[in-house]
C-alpha cells in the first residue's frame, strides 16, 4: 500500500495565495506519474493537475490552468502544487494522488493511490 501524505492547506482570502505539498513513499522499483484531485461540498471529486516523473509532462484542468502550478521535488517522491489568484470557487478538499504508473492523466480511474486529503478555503 502506498501511502500518501498531504499537507498546506487552509484558509486564504480570494485573490490570495496558498502551496500544497504531497510526499509519497520513496520507491526504487517504478517511475510514477502524480496528480492533485478536489472535492467540494456536494460535488464529484474533479482533476486539477498532473505531472509526470520527469517533471516534464504537466497537464491542468481549465479550471485551473494558468493560476495552479504543479511540480516535482528533486527527490521525485514529492509533489507541490502552487496555487495563485485563489477563487471561493477553489473552495474543496485537495488529494493528491499516485496511478501506480508513468501515465500521467486527468482521468480519475487511472488513479489508485490516495492521500487523505487536506482543507483549503478560499473566503470572499
Known sequence: QVQ???SGGGLVQAGGSLRLSCAAPVRTDIDYAMGWFRQAPGKER?????ISWSGHSTYYSDSVKGRFTITRG???????LQMNRLEPEDTAVYYC???GSNVATLTINDYHYWGQGTQVTVSS
Open 74 to 80: 528533486n527527490a521525485k517522491n514529492t509533489v507541490y
Open 4 to 6: 500518501l501524505v498531504e
Open 97 to 99: 494522488t499516485e496511478p
Open 46 to 50: 474533479e482533476a486539477v493537475a498532473a
